[in-house]
T-cell receptor, first 113, second 111 residues
């Protein structure tokens, strides 16, 4: 059981380039999330999804877009990367009912130069 | 957004010592979770708390959901080298499923 898988694990972008981060979960979870982690700031929510075909903004959504075309996948897009988007990005998922415990992927380290 | 104040930011302790860290907020939380993050990995859930006053243990770890629902603490007893990492508190407010995270406590265990 793979849980939450993120690809790629590392990426370097030039300012202005675009890219998509992929998150896949095999736990049949309804909720999926994208967080960014910066030193001393914990994890901040970028966007989230409460089900297939739905997305919502989190705490720091500017400069990012997301899509949830399939229940198991949640994509995070950067249309025009900026150095301020250098960070470690984590995807997480949680089930519809019961506990709100979120399960995390291993992260994607993105550097924008 | 909502803020969680987590302290201390970092701790250096001797192997075998006990450790305590806590999170506080001005908001009322329905859930408190404690995660540990190893270098290069994603956070892993340690303990989940769902009721005010709840005290839950997981091996050498003990966590409590504060009576006011605005705070939580995590204790680690008899620390060992593999306890090294960053510990995060996270909370859920109201009916929202998304979690708000504290800024983390970096724990170093000295031999």
């Amino acid at each position: 059981n793979a849980g939450v898988t993120q690809t790629p694990k590392f990426r370097v972008l030039k300012t202005g380039q675009s890219m998509t981060l992929l998150c896949a979960q095999d736990m049949n979870h309804e909720y999926m999330y994208w967080y960014r982690q910066d030193p001393g700031m914990g994890l901040r929510l970028i966007h989230y999804s409460v089900g297939e075909g739905t997305t919502a903004k989190g705490e720091v959504p500017d400069g990012y877009n997301v899509s949830r075309l399939k229940k198991q996948n949640f994509l995070l897009g950067l249309e025009s990367a900026a150095p301020s988007q250098t960070s470690v990005y984590f995807c997480a998922s949680s089930p519809w009912t019961g506990n709100t415990e979120a399960f995390f992927g291993q992260g994607t380290r993105l550097t924008v130069v | 957004g909502q803020q969680l104040n987590q302290s201390p930011q970092s701790m250096f302790i001797q192997e075998g010592e006990d450790v305590s860290m806590n999170c506080t907020s001005s908001s009322i939380f329905n859930t408190w979770l404690w995660y540990k993050q190893d270098p290069g990995e994603g956070p892993v859930l340690l303990i989940a708390l769902y009721k005010a006053g709840e005290l839950t243990s997981n091996g050498r770890l003990t966590a409590q959901f504060g009576i006011t629902r605005k705070d939580s603490f995590l204790n680690i007893s008899a620390s060992i080298p593999s306890d090294v990492g960053i510990y995060f508190c996270a909370g859920q407010i109201g009916s929202a499923r998304q979690l708000t995270f504290g800024s983390g406590t970096q724990l170093t265990v000295l031999p």
